[in-house]
Nanobody
């Protein structure tokens, strides 16, 4: 069982930056694939990116967002740069075991609002 708590959301102007944190419980954090997802109003949830030791990103954020992780601190981050109004959403972190297709563990989400 993994419990996830996000923090760091807020409001920023277009072109600005925010860093979200996701703190995980448990002793085997390094064994999990960590992902970030977002859901904007009226839209389906979408994959932002993930870190399994290597990183992967959605086309919409590649080159602007990065997902570093600190296994010693049981924390994964979402560093968001050059933000645009279309990045406005509730952001969730999630965890899964390698090889699993679904993410069974989710945080409560944190709101990010980007104004033009």
């Amino acid at each position: 069982q993994v419990q996830l708590v996000e923090s760091g959301g807020g409001s920023v102007q277009a072109g600005g930056s925010l860093r979200l944190s996701c703190a995980a419980s448990g002793r085997t954090f390094s064994a999990y694939v960590m992902g970030w997802f977002r859901q904007a109003p009226g839209k389906e949830r979408e994959f932002v990116g993930g870190n399994s030791g290597t990183t992967a990103y959605a086309d919409s954020v590649r080159g602007r967002f990065t997902i570093p992780r600190d296994n010693a601190q049981n924390t994964v981050y979402l560093q968001m740069n050059s933000q645009q109004p279309e990045d406005t959403a509730v952001y969730h972190c999630a965890a899964k075991r390698p090889g699993s297709s679904a993410y069974p563990y989710w945080g409560q989400g944190t709101q990010v609002t980007v104004s033009s």
